[in-house]
Structure formats: structure tokens, C-alpha cells
């Protein structure tokens, strides 16, 4: 039986400004029968969605009652090292908010480079050495770490962008919206859920069928996120073998569903 209703995959850029129109940001939709279509912007004289358009729709999308798995391809938290290095209580609510105002990454016209080249922010009293790896990133064979910025197939970028608005569909939505796996690795029944996903996983398994890149890899999250909920294979994926240490530290530190 399908737990959700709707999939959504978010092939998430951290380029320009979070008003910018961004070719790199696109979002795909699909529901329990009808294969993914991309979804565009509201009309306007952008082109392409803005970070903050996609939070703001995401926000909104997530408050009604229609239960939906949503999948944000950048890191949802930081290395155990990182909450060590600064102080920081093992609270991922906590950690949003500190990031936020540090890296104070979704005012309009803030570059990340801004924050990183000390123009905004506080972000040298909030950073991380491009070695840590999450032990998410530890699992897979190609994922980056999240500090590892300047380089081909980083997430740096979109990660250090992206948090903020994490934050803000938390604050709008409240316990509508499960974030997977901070608030539990069990989801409530008819619960929306956001998780952190890696399309590389599963790019090679679906055709790409004239979509550009950063199109396919929108495609290819909600493709597989309504296929692992048809053939029930998701509950598996929500719940990989992790010793209780390290499930405890994943609660922290986040974690890419599909990587078991």
C-alpha cells in the first residue's frame, strides 16, 4: 500500500542569489499513476525558479493534507565534527537556526561567496574542514563533503544556500512536514516527508529522454521515489542498518535515503 501520494524531486543549484533565475534548479512532480513532469515556475519574468520561489512552493505545497515524499538534492547538516568543533548541542533544529545566522544565505541579494569572502555574515566563525565526511558521504563512493567547495560535482554550495530554507518550510509548515531523519527514522502515517537525496545513485537507471542534466537529475528523484513507494522497498530505504551509535549520530548529521 503507497504511503505517499505525490513525489517531488528538486535538483537544487546554489549559484547567484536566492532571487535569481536559476536554469540549474528544477523540480519534478509526480503522483502514485502518472510518471514525473517537470513543474515550472509562476508566471513572471523569470525564466527559471529562484531558491526562494521553490521554498516558498514547497511550503505552501506541503501545509495542505495530501501526503508528499519530497527529495532536495544538497546535505541537510554538517559532520559530528563540525557540532564539535563550534559547541553545538546535537539538535538539528538548533544547528538551522546557528547556521542561519552565521550564513545568512537566503537574504536576496546574498552570494554564498559573500559570506565565505567575510562581505556578510559570520561565516568564519561557522566553518568546516573539506575532509569531514558525514557518515552518509562515508557509505557512498563518490558523494563530496559538504565543505569542499570550487570543485567539479561539489555541494558545498547548494548545501551552505539551501539550509536556510530548510529552515523556513520548517517554520511554516510545523509538524505537517517530517524531516527525514531528524524528527525520526519512522514516518507518521500521512505525514509529507523531506529527505536529502543524491540523483548520481540513480541517474544511469531511468532514460534520459531529451531532458538536459540538471533536468534528468529532478527526474530521476521522483522517479525513483514513486517507484521504491510502489513496490513497498521504500520502508527498507527509510530504515538502513545502522549499529545504534551510528543511527544516533545519522539522527545529527542527516542521511541520503537510498544509501544502505
Known amino acids: ?45 523569470r525564466k527559471y525558479w529562484t531558491r526562494k520561489g521553490v521554498a516558498e512552493w514547497l511550503a505552501t505545497e506541503l501545509s495542505g493534507s495530501r501526503p508528499t515524499l519530497v527529495g532536495i538534492d544538497h546535505g541537510f547538516s554538517f559532520p559530528m565534527r563540525y557540532f564539535e568543533k563550534h559547541r553545538l548541542p546535537p539538535d538539528w533544529p538548533r544547528f538551522l537556526d546557528d547556521f542561519q545566522q552565521h550564513w545568512p544565505t537566503d537574504a536576496d541579494n546574498m552570494y554564498v561567496c559573500f559570506v565565505r569572502d567575510g562581505l556578510h555574515g559570520n561565516g568564519a566563525e561557522r566553518t568546516g574542514d573539506s575532509k569531514w565526511l558525514r557518515l552518509t558521504e562515508q557509505w557512498t563512493t563518490s558523494a563530496k563533503s559538504v565543505f569542499q567547495f570550487d570543485v567539479q560535482g561539489q555541494v558545498a554550495n547548494s548545501t551552505h544556500a539551501g539550509l536556510p530554507w530548510l529552515r523556513l518550510i520548517r517554520q511554516r509548515c510545523g509538524d505537517r512536514v517530517h524531516f527525514w ?5 519512522e514516518i507518521p502515517a ?3 516527508v523531506v529527505a536529502e537525496v543524491y540523483p548520481s545513485l540513480w541517474a544511469k537507471r531511468f532514460p534520459v529522454e531529451g531532458r538536459n542534466a540538471d533536468q534528468h537529475s529532478a527526474y530521476v528523484v521522483a522517479a525513483w521515489l514513486q517507484r521504491a513507494d510502489r513496490n513497498e522497498s521504500l520502508k527498507r530505504f527509510f530504515s538502513p542498518p545502522l549499529e545504534p551509535e551510528e543511527r544516533e549520530f545519522a539522527r545529527i548529521e542527516g542521511w541520503i535515503l537510498g544509501v544502505v
Open 1 to 45: 500500500m503507497a504511503q505517499f501520494e505525490r513525489y517531488v524531486g528538486i535538483d537544487y543549484s546554489g549559484a547567484e542569489t536566492p532571487t535569481s533565475s536559476l536554469s540549474g534548479l528544477r523540480v519534478y512532480s509526480a503522483d502514485w499513476l502518472t510518471p514525473p513532469q517537470e513543474i515550472l515556475p509562476p508566471p513572471s519574468q
Open 190 to 192: 500521512g505525514r509529507s
Open 181 to 185: 531523519p531528524f524528527d525520526g527514522w
